[in-house]
C-alpha cells in the first residue's frame, strides 16, 4: 500500500504549526510572559526556542521523513539490526493516548464555551456567577461526556476522509481562520480604553519583577515554555516528516512552524493583557484565565457577545488543531502497525478514544473523590503530568540520542536527511553542541519536571 503524501507545502506547515499551537499558547504563555518580566522573559524564550526546541524538531521530521513510517516503524527502519531504539517508539505512541485522554475534554470545554457564549447565555451575569457557570459544567458528567464524544467523533472523521481530503483540507482551513481571527481580536483589545498599560506590562523588558521572581526562575520558566510549545517527543511532528517530499530543508520548516507557533503564544498576550487592564480584571493563569476571568471581560465589553464568540472559536480551532495532528498520528500508526485501512483504525480508534477519554471526562464529577496528586488534584492533573514531566521530555531526549550519537542513526545520516531540498541548512560546526550541550540541557528539564 502506498504511503499517502500531503498535497503541499502550506499543508505540512499549517498542519505541524496545528500540532504545536494548543492551550498551553493561550493560557499559559502570556501569564507567565507577564509574570517573568514581560520583554525579558520573551527574549529568554526564543533564545532557547531556537536553541533547543528548534534543533530536536528538525531531528523529529528527518527521522519520519527518512522512514516514511509513524513513530514505531521509523525507528525500525533506520536502527541498526540488534538494537531496541523501537522500545521508545511504544512510549511515544502510549504519549499520544495518554494527551489525547484528557485534551479532548479540554477541547470540549472551549466547544461547550463557544455554545454558550453563541447563545448569550453569559450575558447579564456577574463574577461570582460566572465562576459558578465554570463549576456547573464541571460538575456535569453529561455536559462533559457529551462535548469529549462531539470532539472524539468529529476529529476521527475527518481523519477517516484521508490524509489529503480530511485532515489537510480541514486543518488549512481552520488555522487560516485562527490567524485571522487572533489578529482581529488583538486589535480590537488594543484600541480599549486604558489597553495600552496591560500592552506595556505585557511586552515592555521590567528587569525589577524578574529580579523578583528570580533570574535562574525566569530562565527555567523560558526553557520549559519554549520547549513544551512544540509538541516534541511522541512522533506527532516525526509523522507529518513522513508525510512530505524532500523539496526543503528541514531547518528552515522547522523555524517557519516555531515562528508561526510563537507569533500565535504573543499575539493571544495581546488580546489578554490589554482586555483585562481595561476592565481593571487581574489576569490569571490557567482554565480560570479561559473560563472565568475572560468571560468577566467580554460581559463588561460593547459587542462582548460577539467578541466572546469569535475567542471562543479561536479556542476551538487551537485545540481541534492538536487534536487533528495527534489523531492522525494515532491512526497512521496502527495502520502501519498492524497493516490495517484507514477506515478499520478509525474505527477502532473511536471506541478506544472514548473509552480511555472517559475518566479524565468524569474526574470532575463521578471520580472526583480520585485524587492522585494529593488534595484537590483530578485525572487531568495526573494524566497532564506524566504527558508533560515525563513522556514529552524524555522521548526528545530519545530522538536526539538517536540522531547524534553512533549507537543510534548517527549525526552524518542525520544531518544529510534534515539538508537535502532549498533552504537553511544545518551546519557541521553544530555536532559539538548537539552532542554534548543539548543533552544535558534537557536532562535538566527531565530533572526539574519531575523533582517541580
Known amino acids: 500500500m502506498e504511503r499517502e503524501k500531503l498535497g503541499s507545502r502550506m499543508g505540512f506547515i499549517l498542519l505541524s504549526a496545528g500540532c504545536a499551537i494548543g492551550i498551553g499558547n493561550v493560557w499559559r504563555f502570556p501569564y507567565i510572559t507577564g509574570l517573568y518580566g514581560g520583554g525579558v522573559f520573551v527574549l529568554f524564550y526564543l533564545f532557547f526556542l531556537i536553541t533547543m526546541g528548534v534543533p530536536v524538531m528538525t531531528m523529529e521530521f528527518a527521522v519520519g521523513r527518512a522512514s516514511r513510517k509513524s513513530i514505531i516503524r521509523s525507528y525500525t527502519e533506520l536502527e541498526k539490526p540488534g538494537q531496541k531504539w523501537h522500545l521508545h517508539g511504544y512510549l511515544g505512541m502510549a504519549g499520544n493516548y495518554l494527551l489525547m485522554m484528557f485534551y479532548t475534554t479540554v477541547a470540549g470545554w472551549m ?97 525589577a519583577r524578574m529580579r523578583e521572581v528570580g533570574i535562574w526562575e525566569t530562565i527555567t520558566a523560558a526553557m520549559n515554555q519554549a520547549f513544551f510549545t512544540l509538541s516534541l517527543g511522541i512522533g506527532a511532528m516525526a509523522i507529518f516528516g513522513s508525510y512530505i517530499d524532500k523539496k526543503r530543508t528541514l531547518l528552515g520548516e522547522s523555524v517557519n512552524i516555531a515562528l508561526l507557533d510563537t507569533f500565535v503564544a504573543i499575539v493571544s498576550g495581546l488580546i489578554i493583557f490589554p482586555s483585562c487592564f481595561a476592565f481593571q480584571i487581574s489576569p490569571d493563569m490557567g482554565p480560570s484565565l479561559i473560563f472565568i476571568t475572560l468571560p468577566n471581560v467580554f460581559n463588561s465589553m460593547a459587542g462582548g457577545r460577539v467578541w466572546g464568540t469569535l475567542f471562543f472559536v479561536f479556542m476551538t480551532f487551537a485545540a481541534f488543531s492538536t487534536i487533528l495532528a495527534v489523531f492522525e498520528n494515532i491512526i497512521s500508526c496502527c495502520m502501519d502497525l498492524f497493516h490495517w485501512s484507514r477506515k478499520k483504525s478509525c474505527v477502532v480508534n473511536l471506541f478506544a478514544l472514548i473509552l ?16 492522585p496528586l494529593g488534595e484537590g488534584s483530578t485525572v487531568l492533573d495526573l494524566e497532564d503530568f506524566a504527558v508533560s514531566n515525563v513522556i514529552l521530555p524524555i522521548g526528545s531526549f530519545c530522538y536526539l540520542l538517536f540522531c547524534v550519537t553512533r549507537f543510534g542513526w548517527g549525526f552524518d545520516k542525520y544531518r544529510e536527511e534534515a539538508n537535502i531540498g532549498e533552504g537553511m541548512k544545518i551546519p557541521k560546526w553544530i555536532r559539538g553542541y548537539v552532542t554534548y550541550v543539548l543533552p544535558v540541557l534537557l536532562l535538566l528539564l527531565i530533572i526539574m519536571g519531575l523533582v517541580g
Not at 480511555?356 to 485524587?371: E, I, R
Open 111 to 207: 466547544l461547550y464555551y463557544f455554545y454558550q457564549m453563541l447563545t448569550g447565555r453569559f450575558a447579564g451575569k456577574d463574577a461570582a456567577q460566572v465562576g459558578g457557570m465554570f463549576q456547573e459544567m464541571l460538575e456535569s458528567p453529561t455536559v462533559l461526556m457529551t462535548v469529549m464524544i462531539v470532539i472524539v467523533v468529529a476529529g476521527i472523521l475527518i481523519c477517516s476522509m484521508g490524509l489529503q481530503k480530511g485532515v489537510e483540507r480541514i486543518t488549512k482551513v481552520m488555522m487560516s481562520l485562527l490567524l485571522i481571527i487572533i489578529v482581529v481580536l488583538a486589535v480590537h483589545s488594543l484600541t480599549l480604553e486604558g489597553g495600552m498599560e496591560g500592552l506595556k506590562f505585557y511586552l515592555l523588558p521590567d528587569f
Open 356 to 371: 480511555l477519554s472517559t475518566p479524565c471526562a468524569l474526574g470532575y464529577n463521578l471520580w472526583s473523590a480520585f485524587q
